[in-house]
């Protein structure tokens, strides 16, 4: 039996939309499910303002209800994905979506058989994460490069984009330069890919 393949990156897919039509692995999922909550929100929004409007031409202020806009959910506590656990004092630092996203791409490497450098990105991933030298920002740009690096892995080698993959390892090297523990573990994982 074929495994669909989702339509946007080509990893497994998971799940599918109009009757198989588009069908989308995990990760992509969850941008897609975010992007349609992001377009309910300011719909939602703007319903409430054009209520108000109506009421302000009518003269009578607050005479029809509004609809609840719900908050975006922010996450608290220890993040525990299948391979990278986060403890609680870093979570709030850093984007968890990129976190996840290298996550589910570490779980398809190990499927395919490449458990070493899995584990190599992993520990990378965990020492990006709780350094405290590293800035909130530069250590969000570094695990989204990392997830990007990942999701590339993920797909059939003659279909990656090396060109680029090389330019954000290049870009990586300078953010961590000054960190030989990660260097020296960013250097065995590019060994490993080119």
Same mark, same amino acid.
């Given at each position: 039996? +074929?495994?669909?393949?989702?339509? !946007?990156?080509?990893?497994?897919? %998971?799940?599918?939309?109009?009757?198989?039509? #588009?069908?989308?692995?995990?990760?992509?999922?969850?941008? $897609?499910?975010?992007?349609? *909550?992001? @377009?309910?929100?300011?719909?939602?929004?703007? #319903?409430?303002?054009?209520?108000? &409007?109506? &009421?302000?031409?009518?003269?009578?202020?607050?005479?029809?209800?509004?609809?609840?806009?719900?908050?975006?959910?922010?996450?608290?506590?220890?993040?525990? /994905?299948?391979?990278?656990?986060?403890? !609680?004092?870093?979570?709030?630092?850093?984007?968890?979506?990129?976190? &996840?996203?290298?996550?589910?791409? /570490?779980? $398809? #490497?190990?499927?395919?058989?490449?458990?070493? %450098?899995?584990?190599? @990105?992993?520990?990378?991933?965990? *020492? %990006?994460?709780? !350094? +405290?030298?590293?800035? *909130?920002?530069?250590?969000?740009?570094?695990?989204?490069?990392?997830?990007?690096?990942?999701?590339?892995?993920?797909?059939?080698? &003659?279909?990656?984009?090396?060109?680029?993959?090389?330019?954000?390892?290049?870009? =990586?090297?300078?953010?961590?330069?000054?960190?030989?523990?990660? #260097?020296? =573990? /960013?250097?065995?994982? +590019? +060994?490993?890919?080119?």
């Amino acid at each position: 039996m +074929k495994k669909t393949k989702c339509h !946007n990156c080509g990893k497994p897919a %998971i799940v599918t939309y109009n009757n198989g039509k #588009l069908a989308l692995c995990l990760d992509c999922n969850l941008k $897609f499910q975010q992007a349609q *909550e992001l @377009i309910f929100r300011r719909n939602v929004k703007m #319903l409430n303002y054009l209520t108000a &409007e109506i &009421e302000a031409v009518g003269g009578l202020p607050r005479l029809f209800p509004r609809y609840k806009v719900s908050s975006p959910v922010y996450y608290k506590g220890d993040l525990i /994905l299948n391979n990278i656990n986060i403890q !609680n004092s870093n979570v709030g630092v850093i984007n968890t979506g990129n976190v &996840e996203s290298i996550d589910v791409s /570490l779980t $398809f #490497l190990k499927e395919q058989g490449n458990e070493e %450098i899995a584990e190599l @990105i992993k520990i990378l991933t965990k *020492e %990006i994460i709780k !350094n +405290k030298d590293i800035v *909130e920002n530069q250590k969000n740009e570094i695990l989204e490069q990392l997830a990007f690096i990942t999701e590339q892995l993920s797909i059939p080698k &003659e279909q990656r984009k090396t060109s680029i993959l090389k330019t954000i390892f290049a870009t =990586i090297f300078t953010s961590i330069s000054g960190f030989s523990n990660l #260097l020296e =573990i /960013l250097e065995k994982v +590019k +060994k490993l890919i080119f």
